[in-house]
């Protein structure tokens, strides 16, 4: 049996002790509908088991780095490797993360920039030569007579350590002074240097004033230096002479001499060209006005004056709107003096709609007018006061108020009416000036970056045509490493992403298969890996590439685990196990296992059922109508990769917006349409694409987005708080006779304030115990035995039931328990009829799923009184569904839409994409190369279409 790996007596969640034989080394797919129980067995007990046996064989300190899992409910299992789970958290929120950074791709341009790149003058564009001494010389000899400078030798760049060697060896030799990161000390004096922090050491050589006597003496301490430094010379401007107008020539300015890279004409100079000067994380190459980011905060006029058809004296400058009914407000006051004199001055009229303005006026208003005074008269408490003054501008007042103020309250009112745009230094490119100056074939690493995954790829292939021969033998092996790590992003369906992708914006599904591309690189063999539904966010075409993938995964001599719904990943898998029969207390168990041949025919197996086509989800008998008089349009939509595209959205009709990964699909309906709609309708200030005018709003009265982010971030956060049905149970409770007696409040049923919770553990039920160097432990609370409430709360029961048990109760449970109660009963149905009838109705928000969460969030909008005119965008809702809880979700979705309510699904599922009564897809294909509308109309429509790779696909299923 060494060939499998032996599960016995699986007890964990609600497992209900199973034996499992998983084969080694083969591709195999745990499925079944969702909470059945298949990541429990898969990530909760085999790759939990594998991953705490490989941790607990390391040394206690590696252990405090590695996360470790508490030993899983089971009595044994033999054959496990060392395991890697690959799921679909995106656990990076760090802004500095990109696509490039997280698979290495960017460690090896920076190599290739390095050993390859030729260095340009940004000033002439001639290519960058080595300075000699003498040439250092003249430049300095150039410098105004009579200016003081200080000639130093760098010795020490950016490194930790004391440096008490060096030191002691340049005191010796009878220096006097140095400059110790930036601040001038005598030897004597000499701070203590922490070792354990990066420095930057110079040697004070020489301190000249130039005159025509100067040069020799500036001659002998630049060679001087250029021995000790290795050829690098910094060069401080102490003073310079009264009345020096050149513009370059600054006190305290360092100016930078190399015997490697200068320009002879501009002066200008690289210090080295080595890796670290084109990271954005190390000082050395980060822009420093963005510290690296790419991105700074800007004032952006359309939210300084989102409804232009308001006039001035009406408030449509938002900042400046009277916050009070009363005219007192002194600061209200303020302004309208400020606009009275600008009006007065420009003969300009503040009853005039700003939109009407003419064009001149409205850029003096929001930028300033150049100098110009004007006369403007204003109250000071009791005085009136005259000045005559220059007008700011509304963008440069509310920049200075910012920089000025030190409340929080001012710079979070403030940030309201800023977007984040490209560093004006960098232009977004991250690293500084000097980086960029650096090119390979005209690009800087910056233009290489900007790249999608499939550019990038041609770019390297191509790039050894156009390198001579002794580049091509400095750059052979990075390329190659480069070049394979790309072909991996493309494999996996990737090829759209940019290189310069934040990692904080990719979706679950994309993270997940960056991880995998990086494990297929590694050539990692004898690893049980371990996969949550990588085909989530896949459209069809792609899918094959990943199941490729995932066979050479498994044929480098490793075992795959993958959690899936996919139909065609289940039967092209060597080994299929469906867990069920269906979810919570009613699953848990192995309904069939086998190849997918065999598990197709076994009549007790959903999935079996499914993939043999015995059961399935058919597709509409009749199609809703589509009334031209019920449309909304959104028009020319450039955002992102969108190519000016207009589309027209059916009132009342399902939609399936479909096309490619990275088509733009998001871009449309969730970066544009969505915040479009929410300006429009609810006059919010979200940021939305770029587009140029929306109409047929009329139709509807609000716009709900149902996202899979999480529906809290703390344990404490569940289902039934985010619903609202724990309102009407802590109600109930506190309107029981008991409660009365004792005057129980509502409150007194809630675990999050003081009252009825237990003191010792705050309501958490658990308490945390550090261990240090093993993973920190999470024990019941002895006060209340993990109950959460303290005893005197728990005494209060109804049928039996104190508040505790209910929370621990399933959706389902609690649907029987509170039959004769509608306020509580309608909402635990809405999330029954979601497919979430077996989570508990306390369960932690922690533990759900972006799909659950995702459900969650349709069944508190299912609960609500329906007013048949909602707009609903749902973002791929079959995430971790099986094709049984599909159908459930569908008949959910089509009577929304029955009563009036129109829904937009960003799906790429088929069977999803049939019942729809409109699609529009979007493609033909992702990044630069999508971004147009392929296909509108019904499933039939889009079938036929040639152009349409959904169609081509779809057409399968009709």
Request: charge should be positive.
């Amino acid at each position: 049996m060494n060939d499998y790996i032996l599960v016995k007596g699986a007890k964990e969640h609600n497992l209900k002790n199973i034996d499992v034989n998983i084969p080694k080394n083969k591709l195999v797919v745990i499925t079944g509908v969702s909470g059945s129980g298949k990541s429990s067995l898969a990530f909760d007990t085999v790759y939990a088991e594998g991953q705490r046996r490989y941790v607990e064989s390391l040394s206690t300190y590696a252990r405090q780095f590695l996360e470790m899992h508490n030993k899983p409910d089971v009595e044994s299992i033999e054959g496990l490797s060392p395991a890697i789970a690959i799921d679909q958290k995106n656990t990076s929120r760090n802004p500095r993360s990109t696509v490039a950074t997280a698979t290495e791709i960017y460690d090896y341009l920076r190599v290739l920039f390095a050993r390859i790149g030729i260095p340009y003058s940004p000033e002439t564009g001639l290519p960058i030569k080595k300075q000699s001494a003498t040439q250092m010389v003249d430049l300095l000899m150039n410098l105004p007579v009579e200016t003081s400078i200080i000639l130093l030798a760098p010795i020490v760049r950016g490194q930790k350590g004391e440096h008490k060697k060096d030191l002691l060896h340049y005191r010796r030799l009878g220096y006097e002074k140095l400059k110790v990161n930036g601040i001038y000390y005598d030897f004597d004096d000499l701070p203590h240097i922490d070792k354990n922090k990066k420095h930057d050491i110079e040697l004070i050589v020489d301190r000249v004033k130039i005159d025509d006597n100067s040069r020799d003496r500036i001659v002998d301490s630049v060679e001087n230096i250029l021995k000790i430094s290795k050829g690098l010379l910094y060069v401080e401007i102490k003073s310079i002479p009264k009345g020096c107008k050149l513009s370059d020539v600054k006190e305290g300015k360092i100016l930078v001499f190399s015997e490697k890279f200068s320009c002879p004409i501009s002066g200008f100079s690289l210090t080295e060209i080595e890796p670290r000067i084109f990271s954005f994380n190390s000082p050395y190459g980060a822009c420093p006005k963005c510290n690296g980011l790419g991105k700074e905060m800007s004032f952006d006029p359309q939210l300084i004056i989102p409804d232009k058809t308001l006039t001035l004296l009406e408030g449509a400058i938002a900042p400046w709107k009277k916050k009070h009914s009363k005219y007192s407000n002194t600061q209200y006051k303020f302004y309208e003096s400020l606009l009275n004199a600008l009006a007065i001055h420009y003969n300009f009229d503040l009853n005039t709609p700003y939109e009407e303005l003419p064009n001149d006026i409205k850029n003096i208003i929001m930028n300033g007018n150049n100098g110009e005074d004007i006369k403007f008269s204003y109250q000071d408490g009791y005085r009136q006061l005259t000045v005559n003054q220059p007008f700011k501008g509304i963008i440069p007042i509310l920049e200075e108020k910012l920089h000025k103020t030190e409340s929080n309250y001012i710079i979070e009112e403030l940030s309201k009416y800023q977007i984040q745009i490209n560093c004006s230094d960098c232009q977004g490119f991250r690293v500084k000036k000097e980086s960029l100056c650096v090119k390979i074939n005209n690009l800087h690493i910056g233009n290489v970056t900007k790249f999608s995954i499939n550019d990038a790829y041609s770019w390297i292939k191509n790039l050894k045509n156009n390198l001579d021969q002794t580049q091509i033998n400095i750059s052979k092996l990075i390329l190659k490493e480069i070049e394979r790590r790309l072909q991996f992003l493309i494999n996996v369906g990737l090829n759209y992403l940019t290189l310069n992708r934040i990692s904080s914006t990719l979706s679950g599904g994309e993270s997940q298969r960056i991880r995998l591309a990086s494990q297929i690189g590694s050539s990692l063999t004898g690893v049980l890996y371990v996969l949550d539904e990588p085909s989530i966010g896949l459209h069809q075409s792609d899918n094959d590439k990943l199941i490729n993938s995932l066979k050479e995964l498994r044929d480098l001599g490793n075992s795959i685990i993958v959690v899936e719904h996919d139909e065609d990943t289940m039967l092209q898998s060597d080994y299929l196990i469906d867990i069920g029969k269906y979810a919570g207390i009613h699953g848990g168990k192995v309904i069939a296992h086998g190849t997918p041949e065999e598990v197709s025919k076994n009549k007790d197996s959903l999935t079996g059922q499914y993939i043999s086509g015995k059961l399935f989800i058919p597709v509409p008998k009749q199609r809703r109508k589509l009334n031209p008089k019920r449309i909304i349009s959104i028009n020319n939509v450039t955002t992102n990769n969108l190519k000016n595209i207009s589309v027209k959205l059916p009132i009342g009709n399902f939609i399936a917006i479909t096309g490619v990964s990275g088509s733009g699909k998001s871009s449309l309906i969730l970066q544009t349409l969505y915040g479009a709609v929410m300006n429009k309708l609810h006059h919010s200030n979200k940021n939305c694409g770029q587009y140029k005018s929306i109409s047929g709003l009329e139709n509807i009265d609000k716009i709900i987005e149902i996202d899979q982010q999480p529906i809290g971030r703390t344990p404490r956060s569940n289902p039934a708080t985010y619903t609202g049905v724990f309102t009407p149970i802590r109600d109930w409770f506190a309107s029981l006779k008991e409660s009365k007696l004792r005057g129980y409040l509502p409150g007194r049923f809630s675990f999050n304030v003081k009252g009825g919770r237990c003191e010792v553990c705050e309501g958490d039920g658990l308490l945390k115990i550090e261990m240090h160097f093993l993973p920190d432990v999470y024990v019941k609370c002895d006060e209340c035995n993990g109950k959460r409430y303290n005893k005197d709360t728990l005494q209060i029961k109804y049928n039996g039931k104190n508040i505790a048990d209910i929370l621990e109760m399933t959706v389902d449970e609690g649907i029987i328990f509170f039959d004769k109660l509608p306020l509580i009963n309608d909402k635990l149905k809405a999330l029954n009829s979601v497919g979430l009838g077996y989570i508990s109705i306390g369960q932690s928000a922690t533990t759900l799923s972006g799909g659950e969460a995702q459900r969650v969030k349709l069944a508190k909008e299912l609960s609500k009184k329906s007013t048949g005119r909602t707009l609903y965008i749902l973002d791929e809702p079959t995430t971790g569904l099986h094709s049984h809880d599909i159908q459930n979700l569908l008949q959910v979705l089509h009577e929304l839409v029955d009563m009036g309510n129109t829904v937009i699904v960003i799906e790429h599922n088929l069977d999803v994409i049939k019942t729809a009564d409109h699609i529009i897809d979007i493609g033909p294909k992702g990044g630069i190369k999508g971004g147009e509308i392929v296909a509108t109309g019904t499933p039939e429509i889009v079938s036929k279409n040639q152009k349409s790779i959904t169609g081509k696909y779809l057409i399968n299923k009709l």
